[in-house]
């Protein structure tokens, strides 16, 4: 038989999880900003341009996604 979660384990758990994909999803922004940045860069020549635009575009992304996660408590 599975042994059973008490209540407020159970609550913590879901937010362990829900703190670990915010964190992910904050990490894969400035991942994806500045990754696509570097392959504009060497398509164009215009290094490092791109990538700091897109390091930049990438963290508030990550920024406006760590401020709604917090605000739906």
């Not at 042994?3 to 991942?31: K, M, N, T």
């Amino acid at each position: 038989m599975p042994a059973r979660l008490g209540p407020e384990r159970g609550d913590a758990v879901r937010s362990v999880g829900a703190l670990s994909a915010v964190g992910i999803a904050f990490v894969l922004a400035i991942v994806i900003g500045a990754g696509g940045g570097y392959l504009l860069d060497r398509w164009l020549g215009t290094a490092p341009w791109f990538f700091f635009i897109g390091f930049i575009l990438g963290f508030a992304a990550g920024v406006v996604n760590v401020y709604r996660a917090a605000n739906l408590r």
